[in-house]
């Protein structure tokens, strides 16, 4: 009990830590994308989408629960950090993406992730009309 009421108070601390008199929201974006890469993000969603629904085909889970707390952790910082960037109109379009450490491996999966938007938006357009 007293561990995830650690892991509680972990979580409500990210909340709150955008109020600290030093806190950069386009830090922890790039602290986020420069941990994660759009393939390690979408395997963890995935994940928690599993475990979220039960796991009804009983699926051995990829990740253990501190590497999925740390992801929930840290996509709650994400989120908070857009908002705040957003809320104080920063332009995040700023933001140096050369310093990630994976940054080639996500614009190649932004082109790939496109490339199959594009495919199956022009499919989608097709059938409707």
């Avoid at 909340?15 to 993000?41: A, C, G, Q, R």
């Avoid at 994976?102 to 499919?123: A, G, M, W």
Wanted: proline letters at 2%; hydrophobic letters at 35%.
């Amino acid at each position: 009990m007293k561990k995830f009421l650690t892991q509680l108070v972990d979580f409500d601390l990210t909340l709150y830590e955008v109020h600290h008199k030093n806190y950069d929201p386009v830090n922890s974006i790039m602290d986020f994308w420069s941990t994660y890469d759009i393939k390690s993000f979408r395997d963890h969603t995935q994940e928690l989408l599993i475990v979220y629904n039960g796991n009804p085909e009983n699926n051995k889970l990829q990740f253990d629960v501190e590497r999925m707390q740390e992801f929930i952790i840290a996509l709650t910082k994400l989120c908070m950090a857009y908002h705040i960037a957003h809320d104080s109109n920063i332009d995040i379009g700023e933001i140096d993406t050369s310093k990630f450490v994976k940054c080639k491996i996500i614009q190649h999966e932004l082109e790939v992730s496109k490339n199959i938007y594009d495919f199956f938006n022009r499919n989608h357009k097709t059938d409707h009309k």
